[in-house]
């Protein structure tokens, strides 16, 4: 069936954009019905082969051979259907196609649990094996597919190596998280290995062995916790963007940053036009300029203290946080971050210069000794959205951290990174889920990945 | 440091080739040494950022300030160099560097394990987060890098949207290999999920859902084995990748991954001049010959059955493989599949319709009721290296299939896909390590992945 393939539904629409469709072509497509209605002697066929987020709309009229074959399409099957092409440039469709034939290429059984009225999130969770055929998660996958290549063309146009860390390891990169083991024999599990092994909280250690060889690097891949976590914000399973570039202090690496949120978000407001309308219109009011006051801004640049010094002064102002306990030193909630993103810069803004008692141990101290070269990015309606710091690249300050860390033995090798040729460098993370979520304005991560891995939940 | 930054030294070796490389230029570069040697009174330094496949040249000499600084550089150190460009054209390399000014940013203890003398590659494993530095892995993972991007390149350029597949599953999607158990207390390993948990052997069931709702799918990602061989060719962790196409059958398939193939390779010829000749020069004699004969075939098709006939009647003529007992049902091994390619082809060729006992339950079983319609590409000096084939669309048939199989229960939401607008659909897989050993004739697949995972084996 090779001809009929290489004509999708997005190609018919771009031929269309493309001003080249014209009225009286004979086509055949293939697609499923998302709806058919008729009236005894006209009927309507919706169809969508999922390559493009509009249907096309079939039209048959009781003068065509295959009326009966017509009026028997169900929701939810495919079909091929040939016809002609008929521009409508005063319909609500700019085309429709006048059917003539239909072949069922595969039927769909009345209990088809994929139904037209509307449906709760949660119910389509149960059946995410056919939850990508509604609309919204057409919508999702198509906008989760535009941004993961706008990661890769972002890294590659600049000459960034992308390495797949691994994700199986003995290491545990954060010394925080709880962690996923892995094993081929439950009774014996350090066997396989020789030791014990888990799945991997970040890339970012092994990421910077590459950086210290490649200058500018970066790795996308899934990361894992094993967090008893019921949140709309977590899952066990996220893919995560993690860039480390050498030669580059915290000032550089601020800028990679903001170059690389605009232009990912600027690639998907380009390339995903219907869907950003969707999300726009149905899902979250006004995303759209949410995204679009991000491109325009520029970020500012805030350090922790003068952050704390201002919310201080919003309390003392009658502001009333849920947390009002506000001191140097706390770690940051989400409404801190957005009250200083939303409130006060009114944009983009990267928080710096954290206490080095709430970050982690690679970050590099600052000359106060009190502080490490820390950034986060805050975006309104959101909160932190990236986090990054220049690594401490000196042995003996690293080599001190580890110790009270308890990992000097098992990441000797990292430590070591700072004896052979080590220099300064930065990186930043990223979970790509969450991002999707920020870009879509989905609210539960469990909706914006293919199977969502939480726990209790691994029914495919 | 942004403004210096900036300037890589591919970025240096890219405006020489521009033309636009000027005598005279003074700039600042950042890197790592690759040697230093001097004669009293004129000093030569090796260096390179990793940011191109070929060193800098910096040249100093007594006039220079900074030229005891010059002399004191060690190997494997990090600089930063001030100087002026001299164009050289009547030299090996193209322009040097006058230098003036040299800052060590990071030394290198003497005990560096990574000497300047040729190791072998298994020394170098044990050294895994260094030997990226070696000019044979900065090499490897460049391609590495090129042909990761050529993947998703090639399938965003023709509307395929690319699916993360899960990694954590209760699914097993060969029903054949062994798998790693995922848990997060060793001692009650289904309380997390609730069911007991493994990684991934393949996102093909998975994909084959999103297929049926967005026509063209792709997955590249992480997958597992925890096979206990000990071989060149096996790892416990490798990434595949898993197109899956709705309204496709078998010869589309194949279409489609002569493409590819055709495409990808094309890419890294492209765009690793200097790496491909490296390895065609010090790895594999020949390799760049080898992937051009791919690039300009036609891929024969060939059945199965003709196959074994031609393997028969060598045998008749007196040709000895390793295993001559040819018999029609056997599974071929690598040395009939390279007889095949190399000598009777002499060049890629698909061999399809498989004896269905040899091959996986979800593929389509042809109107013989003896073959399946598979498709496995087989090229000269490597034999097998995609495999695909049309999936069974039948719910009655697929579901028998399953029942002997004894997966019917796990994967109910599998076989329901063809109830509900099922039809014709195909894809392939291959395994993106092993493509890459093909391409640069690595002979072991540890050294082609960042930090390799086999059994025994987990220090980084």
Redesign the interface.
């Known amino acids: ?2 001809q ?2 290489s004509l ?1 539904n ?2 018919l629409f771009n031929s269309y954009f493309d001003k080249k469709l014209e009225d009286g072509t004979k086509i055949t497509l ?1 697609g ?2 998302r709806s058919n209605r008729n009236n005894g002697s006209v009927g309507f066929i919706e169809f969508n ?3 493009y987020f509009k249907n096309i709309q079939i039209v048959y009229t009781k003068e065509s051979a295959h009326y009966e074959e017509f009026t028997k399409v169900k929701y ?3 079909i ?1 259907v040939s016809g002609t092409i008929r521009l409508t440039p005063e319909m609500k469709q700019p085309f429709e196609i006048q059917g003539e034939e239909v072949i069922i ?5 009345e209990d ?3 139904q037209k009225k509307k449906t709760s999130f949660e119910f389509l969770r149960d059946i ?3 939850r ?2 509604a609309n919204t ?2 919508a999702v ?2 906008v ?2 535009a941004l ?2 706008a990661v ?1 063309k972002f890294f ?1 146009e600049r ?1 960034f ?11 545990d990169a954060e010394g925080a998280g ?9 009774k014996h ?1 350090d066997e ?4 014990s ?1 888990s ?1 991997t909280v970040s890339g970012q250690l ?1 990421a910077e ?2 950086a ?5 690097v970066y790795t996308f ?2 990361t ?1 916790r ?1 967090e ?1 976590s019921n949140t709309n914000r977590h899952a ?2 996220f ?1 995560m963007i993690e860039p480390e ?5 915290l ?2 690496n601020m ?1 990679t940053i903001e170059a690389f949120i605009k232009y990912i978000i600027s690639y998907v407001l380009e390339n995903c036009k219907e869907e950003m309308n969707f999300f726009n219109n149905f899902i979250e009011k006004g995303v759209i300029d949410k995204l679009k006051l991000v491109i325009n801004s520029d970020f500012r640049r805030m350090t922790y203290t003068e952050g704390i010094e201002i919310l201080q002064k919003s309390v003392q102002n009658g502001h009333k946080f849920e947390n009002n306990d506000i001191f140097w030193g706390m770690d940051l909630q989400s409404e801190h971050e957005r009250f200083i993103t939303e409130e006060i810069v009114k944009g983009p803004v990267f928080l710096i210069d954290y206490p080095k008692e709430i970050k982690a141990f690679y970050m590099k101290v600052n000359a106060d000794n009190k502080t490490v070269a820390a950034c986060d990015l805050l975006v309104p309606k959101e909160g932190e959205i990236v986090g990054g710091s220049q690594r401490e ?1 000196n042995f003996e300050k690293l080599q001190a951290k580890m110790k009270e860390q308890g990992n000097e033995a098992t990441l000797d ?2 430590l ?9 460098h930065s990186g930043f993370g990223l979970g790509f889920d969450r991002l999707l979520m920020y870009i879509t304005g989905m609210q539960n991560i469990r909706d914006v ?3 969502g ?1 939480t ?6």
Not at 105 to 109: E, K, P, S
């Open positions: 069936m090779s009929e393939r999708t997005r190609k293939e499923w019905v082969d999922g390559s939810g099957s495919a091929q290429l595969g039927d769909c059984a088809y649990p994929l995410a094996y056919l990508p055929r998660f057409q996958y198509r989760r597919n993961a290549f890769h590659q000459g190596i992308y390495v797949q860390t691994p994700e199986i390891t003995s290491n709880q962690v996923f083991h892995v094993c081929s024999d439950l599990p396989f290995f020789g030791t092994a799945l092994h062995a590459f210290l060889a490649f200058r500018d891949g899934p894992f094993a008893n066990c399973e893919w570039m050498a030669f580059a202090d000032e550089d800028d690249e090798w990292y070591n990174l700072r004896k052979y040729g080590g220099c300064i990945q293919p199977f891995r726990p209790g939940s691994l029914k495919y």
